[in-house]
């Protein structure tokens, strides 16, 4: 195994490191996204038809293949709307989508209040660093851009040389692994690739969906119990050691001084996992 430590750390990225992405989808907000994009003029023009018609029906494709959550949008705009789209030239249609989705993604970076405790992580090189996401194909090149911006390496899990990266944080997106990370399939293709001749201890740092926006079927609370269990029974079974979770759950309007709190916690937990045996 290239990598020695037999600890493994992973953080979820939306609603955990990205505390603004579930904020993007309030209802004045997403409102407000589908007007400055475009998209209302094609049809979607309320926060309730954008999540039962459109994102929710195509969520397991959209999150599993590379087929990316621009695609999604014009394609679900021209099947739901056809009287509209036959109006509008191809070209607006994938605009309109890309300019949504690009706010989506500048609009979910990683909260800053996380980048001392991720920057040291990277740095002392203790652990294997994985952010484990249930996500669109876009989110595995804005979530390396993110980190590069604070000066920590990264790369997709499904490089070649992700086992071989002390120190560079790997990005494992359910879009490029084929599964999401209640499924077995997800977890097996990161232990594939890091090929550890031990079984590594496992901290797991995640709401399980729980800060999600009410609306996104992601976020249901059966969905988030169910998923919880699930992870954390995967993770015991295929990286064979033991495995702590702190599951970070935060209210839709945590104050800052709250989500700080919160984030000294998991820097505490992080400590005692790795001063563990």
């Known amino acids: 195994m290239k990598h020695s430590s037999g600890k493994l750390i992973i953080f979820d990225y939306s609603g955990t490191l990205s505390l603004e992405a579930p904020a993007f989808a309030r209802p004045e907000r997403l409102l407000k996204e589908l007007e400055i994009s475009g998209l209302d003029k094609l049809g979607i023009q309320t926060p309730g038809l954008f999540w039962e018609r459109v994102v929710n029906p195509t969520w397991e494709e959209g999150s599993t293949t590379p087929v990316g959550y621009r695609e999604i949008l014009r394609r679900e705009v021209e099947r739901l709307f056809p009287e509209r789209v036959r109006s509008?030239?191809?070209?607006?249609?994938?605009?309109?989508?890309?300019?949504?989705?690009?706010?989506?993604?500048?609009?979910?970076?990683?909260?800053?209040?996380w980048r001392p405790l991720l920057q040291a992580l990277s740095e002392k090189a203790s652990a294997v660093l994985v952010v484990a996401t249930d996500h669109y194909a876009e989110a595995t090149g804005a979530i390396i851009g993110f980190l590069q911006d604070w000066q920590i390496p990264a790369i997709p899990v499904t490089e070649p040389a992700a086992g071989e990266a002390p120190g560079r944080v790997l990005v494992a997106n359910s879009a490029d692994l084929g599964a999401h990370k209640a499924d077995r399939r997800f977890w097996e293709a990161i232990r594939d690739r890091l090929r550890p001749s031990r079984p590594l201890h496992v901290l797991l740092v995640d709401d399980f969906g729980a800060n999600e926006q009410e609306g996104d079927a992601y976020a249901a609370r059966d969905q988030v119990e169910n998923r919880t269990r699930q992870t954390v029974a995967l993770l015991g079974d295929v990286f064979g050691g033991g495995v702590q979770d702190f599951f970070f759950r935060l209210g839709p309007a945590a104050a800052p001084s709250l989500k700080a709190r919160r984030v000294e916690e998991v820097s505490r937990a992080v400590d005692r996992f790795l001063e563990g045996g």
């Open 88 to 113: 509008a030239r191809q070209d607006w249609i994938r605009q309109a989508a890309s300019r949504f989705v690009d706010h989506y993604l500048e609009h979910s970076r990683m909260d800053d209040v």
